[in-house]
């Protein structure tokens, strides 16, 4: 009998060790607080918890715009032994793929994962630890927003943070198109948080309309980027819906990020239940962006927005 209850006793302390049954512990990385990226990572963590319930431990950590922070929570998450990471924003992608390759990594709020990840000839799966989801709405219906609403503009700006290695990839984009139009376009780039008003003022001083890309560094300042462009007069364009409210745009064609999160839940659900190799995933796209104005800015500038714009709430 004492033999049976000790053998007893130590599967109970084994078990107790090991986790209870079912238990996932996944860790979130994400790059800064502002709407959009907060509302991607309540929509991961809603599915997930929809799925499992308290059968899952989710860490949500925030890197307060600092890449080096990114690197520390990923290196944090892989000593923990977490099961998954999602990954929020393409410095927390970038840093917590250089952390580990065989922890399973989903990204969201990324807007191309061959740029953020250095593929060349990326074919839309990654192939290694890394998938996720892309919040990229066609760059192409971006650049003619500003043509159909701005149609006398004809030198545009493009404001954005050169460390943000996918607002980059869009601004080029976007120049392509404007450019091929004939119109003159102008890069304005700064490195941090520390150069947005003094950049942004200038690039308001020789603009007749600026874009903004899905950019968080922008999106964190908008405060500031808002002021500039008001007191030049200068309307703005942007890549998503939270950073156009933020910098005071007058419209954007944007994508719901809570969805774009529930997306990547359902697949870190496939990957924790067994049911798909992270390595097979490919990158999932958001179906079905939106065109939207801003009624209060756009009147301002005495834009009337052409069918098939929602107001923006």
Sequence with gaps: MKKILAVLLMLFIVAGCSGSGNKYNVGVIQLVQHNALDSATQGFVDCLKDEFGDDINIDVQVASGDSAVCSTMATNFVAEGVDLIMANATPALQATSHATDS???LGTSVTEYGVALDIDDFNGT????VSGTSDLAPLDEQAQMIIDLVPNAKTIGLLYCSSEANSLYQVKKVQEYLEAKGLTVK???FSDSNDVASVATSACLE?????IPTDNTCASNGEVIKTAASDNNVPIIAGEKDCCKAVGGIATLSIDYYELGKTTGQ???KILKGEAKVEEMPIEYYGNPVKMIDKA???KFNIVAPDGYELMD
């Design 126 to 129: 990654v192939g290694n630890n």
């Design 267 to 269: 697949m870190a659900i």
């Design 187 to 189: 890069s304005y780039s």
């Design 103 to 105: 922890i399973p990594v």
């Design 297 to 299: 800015q756009a009147d």
């Design 207 to 211: 603009v007749d309309a600026l874009y």
